[in-house]
């Protein structure tokens, strides 16, 4: 990892898990492994939170609450899905009620597999996230000079026709 100008702020999301990858993140976050030596700095605010951390899978009730949270934070932004859970809905995969993995419902960028994930893979996803932040931060300032007083194109990850009619569907108000 290079240098970084900014500390992200991480926001930790954790679905419907058996919480084995919940404790993991924690282990990860507070002072035994110390993701804050990183520059990283946890927070329970999506509006200042530039990394989203998901553990556990996606059903239908959570799903309207990570969709939320993701659009809440400010772009550039990150997701990083940990464990099994999170990247493929894992164990609780064909629960009737599941719909996968972080994937279905938000764009992930960076899988952490494992069952539980170790905290080693865990600070390996967020170095990656913190990378990859950058990267985007780089490539936002670029075109905000290169495009100074223009509004900005929605981004094609977030709002698109086919979120909102997975949206609906979720939330049982698709139309007819
Ligand atoms: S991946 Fe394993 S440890 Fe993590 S939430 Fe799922 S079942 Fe639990």
Redesign the pocket.
């Given at each position: 990892m290079g240098k970084v100008k900014k500390s992200p702020w991480l926001l930790h999301y954790d679905g419907s898990?058996?919480?084995?990858?919940?404790i993991e993140v924690l282990a990860t976050l507070t002072p035994v492994y110390d993701a804050e030596r990183f520059g990283v700095v946890n927070t329970g605010d999506p509006l200042q939170a530039d990394i989203l951390m998901i553990?556990?899978?996606i059903n239908q009730q959570n799903a309207p609450v990570v969709k939320q949270l993701y659009d809440q934070m400010p772009r550039p932004k990150v997701v990083v899905a940990v464990?099994?859970?999170?990247c493929s809905g894992?164990?609780?995969r064909e629960c009737y009620n599941m719909l996968g993995g972080a994937d279905s419902t938000v764009p992930v960028d960076i899988y952490v597999p494992?069952?539980?994930?170790r905290p080693e893979s865990i600070m390996d996803g967020i170095l990656k996230a913190v990378a990859l932040f950058q990267k985007r931060s780089d490539e936002h300032d670029q075109y905000e000079k290169e495009h100074k007083g223009e509004a900005r194109p929605v981004d094609p990850s977030i709002n698109t026709a086919h979120d909102k009619a997975k949206l609906k569907e979720m939330e049982g108000t698709a139309d007819a």
């Open positions: 898990s058996c919480n084995g990858c919940d553990t556990g899978g464990g099994t859970c999170a894992g164990v609780f494992g069952c539980a994930a």
